[in-house]
Each structure stands twice: as C-alpha cells, then as structure tokens.
T-cell receptor, first 109, second 113 residues
Framework: EDQVTQSPEALRLQEGESSSLNCSYTVSGLRGLFWYRQDPGKGPEFLFTLYSAGEEKEKERLKATLTKKESFLHITAPKPEDSATYLC??????????FGQGTRLTINP | NAGVTQTPKFRILKIGQSMTLQCTQD?????MYWYRQDPGMGLKLIYYSVGAGITDKGEVPNGYNVSRSTTEDFPLRLELAAPSQTSVYFC????????????FGPGTRLTVT
C-alpha cells in the first residue's frame, strides 16, 4: 500500500529563518510526487511535481527535491505570507493520489 | 476561467437527511475527483471519474454516490447523513491521465448533527 508521512506536523519559524519540510514515502512504482499549499478555509493549491530521484524544482523561496525514499520542501528566507499547510502527495502503481497529513508552517514577523 | 467551483460553502444536516454537493469545472478536464479532509488525517479519495458517464470508487466511498452526465459537472450525493460524514469536502479536476496535477475547489464544510 502506498503511504506518505510528513514531518514535522507543525513548524514555527522567524521571518528569514530557512528550514525544510520532510515527506517520506513508500510506493510501488512512483509515477509522480506532488507538493501543494493549503491556506485556511481553502482548497489545496498546486506547487510542484517531481518525477524521479535527483529532480529539483524551484519557485520563489521554495525548492522541492526528491530521493528514492523522501522529498524535501526547502524554504529559504521565508516571509509571513508563506504561512500555510504544505501537503505532499504521490501517485504510484494504483494511479490514485495519496496524501500525507501535511505540515502546518507558521512564519512569525 | 473560474476553475473548480463548489456549492454550498457550508451546510448543517440532521442525521438521516440527504443532500447533494455540487462541483463544476470550466477547464474541460476529463478527470474529476471528490475528497474529504478530516483534521490530522489528510485528504481521502471518495470517488473519481475519468470522463462523462464513467465513475469509480476511491478509498472511502461508503455512504456516498456520484454521477457524471457532463464533462463539467460531478455532483456528490450523501444519502442518510451520519455524524461520521462531518468533514470538509473538496472537488478536484485534472487534465489528463496518470500524473497530472489536480486543481481543487474551495471546499464545502459539512456538519451532521
């Protein structure tokens, strides 16, 4: 069974303090790993897709990386507007999107 | 483009009542999905559709039904509501097969008392 585990559950940072969110997974035949951002009371918003180990993608202060067992979402010099819940999800052999529980990120000014 | 829209935004149901959650997308996507999101549990797939007239069960389909008569619309029907169906429901769509990103609606917050 495909599984996704995110850590930590919650993370508080000061503005400008860089850090990383972890997404560990087990899957039979990874077809794609996704990162989404979710603001309170809203639906998830797509950020990145990664397809194979070694791949990296960047968008503003965010960079997503992928290994054979984990994905990281690196946040460089975050701002308060980066506060949100970040969701990791994957598609494996079952061809259905499986989500982790999310990491709730708070950036204090 | 409005993207994926959902109605209503909030609803309170009594145990045993029924209702339909509406979902419409204007992106001409073939694939559509219904998820529920419970606190600390992540999103769980209820039903999905790969095109008009074709639907299939996801991980947690019990107590729900769907239909897909057009490309744009994918309503979710709750029959005989139970407290366990209290959740936030999200509809999503994606453009193609397999590994396409999904676009989510704003959600419906449902409480069953």
């Amino acid at each position: 069974e495909d599984q996704v585990t995110q850590s930590p559950e919650a993370l508080r940072l000061q503005e400008g303090e860089s850090s990383s969110l972890n997404c560990s997974y087990t899957v039979s035949g990874l077809r794609g790993l996704f990162w989404y951002r979710q603001d309170p009371g809203k639906g998830p918003e797509f950020l990145f897709t990664l397809y194979s180990a070694g791949e990296e993608k960047e968008k503003e202060r965010l960079k997503a990386t992928l290994t054979k067992k984990e994905s990281f979402l690196h946040i460089t010099a975050p701002k308060p507007e980066d506060s949100a819940t970040y969701l990791c999800a994957l598609i494996g052999g079952a061809q259905k999107l499986v989500f982790g529980q999310g990491t709730r990120l708070t950036i204090n000014p | 483009n409005a993207g994926v829209t959902q109605t209503p935004k909030f609803r309170i149901l009594k145990i045993g009542q029924s209702m339909t959650l509406q979902c419409t997308q204007d992106m001409n996507h073939n694939y559509m999905y219904w998820y529920r999101q419970d606190p600390g549990m992540g999103l769980k797939l209820i039903y999905y559709s790969v095109g008009a007239g074709i639907t299939d069960k996801g991980e947690v389909p019990n107590g729900y039904n769907v239909s897909r008569s057009t490309t744009e619309d994918f309503p979710l029907r709750l029959e005989l509501a139970a407290p366990s169906q209290t959740s936030v429901y999200f509809c999503a769509s994606s453009p193609g097969t397999g590994v396409s990103e999904q676009y989510f609606g704003p959600g419906t917050r449902l409480t069953v008392t």
